[in-house]
């Protein structure tokens, strides 16, 4: 029997699971608070199974037009001593290549697939949500309502639906900034050669991705509350980094005085059910494991694959179908969030200590150990590929 599903929220894990549910055939409704879609954003990277599921979707093509170039990363001392220096064709020679790409870049691929089969509704939220026996009845801040088998949540880190809905869940302080930053500005670095400054307390990402634009990306471990980090975004970023080379700093500024940039608090979400009745959490409303995890992108499109794989299996029960979605993610979700903090132990090291653990460490590690570090923690299992429940 097919479903009138309501989708809140645009992004990455809305959009993957519109394009998988509409290919079922069910009715899909998607409202987003933007008033449009825009390509713009900073840079993700979709890796493993997220990019297979979207060869799946017959996407590929269009990804890698939407994709930057990515051949080389050097993680470097702040004095520019190489640490280790890492081919992305070399690491990914028995898994999916990565690919680069601005989060607005793999919405406009997304959205592009599906925006004939589904009902979108821009500066458009839920204002509120009644339980009855078989529906749910659902009212939108147009003024509007509409009856739907299953409402799927996937307004982001900070959801304002799940937050009212939702109770046995916890938003954890991972007490470090994320910055995403992008600069058009001619440069003579070499497009795909990228560098991470590995330091204490802090890391620094510099992607030339094109010959006229660099993209940024900025670890800060902090304690500072979300009101503060936004209202001094600005000099964060410069005096976190005020002591490193003339180079680095005039690039900084740069993206300051020309540049876009984006500076938020990480946090993760643990919800022990990712359900409540038929209201289900999907992507960073659920999950989210972090920038840090380097899964964020993936985990989301493969969690939608997954809800829209058991809304088919249980085409009469829908919340069965939320149940078998609940006990597969659960423990893939603890893995990439344990990996985010291993990953933090590692490449955000809090003292010098740590530090010189870390770079002696990496710096020593031949090419196949490197692979293992950086693959192992990305993988799935073959159940785990194929929804299959333990």
Known sequence: MKKHILISGAGIAGLTAANFLAKQGHNVT??????????AGFLISLKSFGVKIMDELGLTQNLQAESSPSE??????????????????KMHTNIERSVLISRGGLHHVLYEAIKNDINVLFDTTISQLEEKSDLTKVILSNGKSIHVDLVVISEGLRSSTREQYFTNY??????????GGKLKQNHEKQVGIFK??????????????AEDEIAIQCYIRSSEDLGFIKDNA??????SFGDYNPEVKQLLQNLLDDGL???DKMGMVNAPNLHNGRLVLLGDAGFCPTALSGMGASLSIYG?????HFIAEYPDDILAACDSYNTLMQPIVEKFQTNAKNNAASFLPKSEAELEKFVNGFRAADDKAVQKIMTEPILLTKDQENFILN
């Open 30 to 39: 998607v409202i987003d608070r933007s008033p449009s879609f825009s390509k």
């Open 304 to 308: 939608a694959k997954a809800l829209a």
């Open 234 to 239: 600005s000099s964060i970023l410069k005096d």
């Open 170 to 179: 916890q938003l954890e302080d991972f007490n470090t900034l994320y910055v």
């Open 72 to 89: 080389t990363v050097h993680f470097v001392e702040t004095n520019e001593r190489v640490i280790q220096s890492i081919d992305y064709d």
């Open 196 to 209: 991470v400054y590995v330091d204490v307390n802090r890391s620094l990402h510099i992607y030339p991705i």
């Open 261 to 263: 940039f984006f500076m």
